[in-house]
């Protein structure tokens, strides 16, 4: 039997700490953790023609993803964001945009590649280049009906100021081509206002079944609530809720990442929501105890769903 295919398409690049850089980028960052589930991972992506990307694709080299996708641009540089951590629990990002990323162009076996992906994985970051824009919706406009379409809004402003990366445009038409979606509940309340959906601070899960109301594509939303847990509400009435493991805190970047990969890789694999939901957050949890986003996740963080709240020690503890 064929593995089942992943896609991630989007940005790819350095995450740029204070003294040190690891490879990051949400959907990047995603199909790592999803392909650890047993399932081909194709990178759709684009890097400069410059030692930054050299040294960008070397890192991801024997990660297991198919890379042959990843292409080389040399009139634009190797993406790169500079993060603030003075405050661990929401870091900044001084994301650059004139970058590679922002130009993915259509590529030869587009067609192929689409008819085989059963989740492709992407997010509202990486069409602000209107390259990459009308590829991935061209890409999107391939893949074939049963194909889980799974965007996660990830929205950043500018650095330094209140003005989003994105457009309302680029926006609505990201929810509008996904069958899953996953925002923080700051993300909820922001485009439920945008899109005219009655956003109650104090009920998640009536202001999710609210915006399903609005987007009848959307068949799952994730909402994420930080150390308060996380909702994912389906269209078929299934809610399941989950709060988070102790765990001896280092950093959050990647960690919604690696959520949105193990869920989709559990969902894939035929596991039901519930269990789907628990392992994701376990993976998440995980990843907050290390340094970077792509970390190799043990099998039995994996394979083991705990009790919210639980503390985690040797063989049960990250």
Known sequence: MDHKCIVAFGEYLWDCHKDYRVPGGAPANALFHASQFGYDGVLITALGQDADGDALFKEIEGKGLDLTK????????TGTVDIDERDLNDPKYDIKTEVAWS????????????ARCDAVLYGSLSQVGEVSRNTLFRFLSLVPPACKKVCDINLRYKYGGDELICSDDILL????KCNILKVNAGELGLLSGKFGCNFLKDDIRESA????????NVETLIVTLGTDGSWIISRNLEETFCGVPKIEFKNAVGAGDAFTGAYIGCILGGKPQSIAHKIAVNVSAYVCTQDGAMPVVPDWVKQLPRAPGDRLTKKLRF
């Open 209 to 216: 079944r609210k915006f399903l109301a609005r987007f009848h």
């Open 173 to 176: 038409s990201c929810i509008e």
């Open 70 to 77: 990843v292409q080389r641009i040399s009139e634009l540089p």
């Open 103 to 114: 130009a993915i162009r259509y590529f030869d076996g587009m067609e192929e590649l689409a």
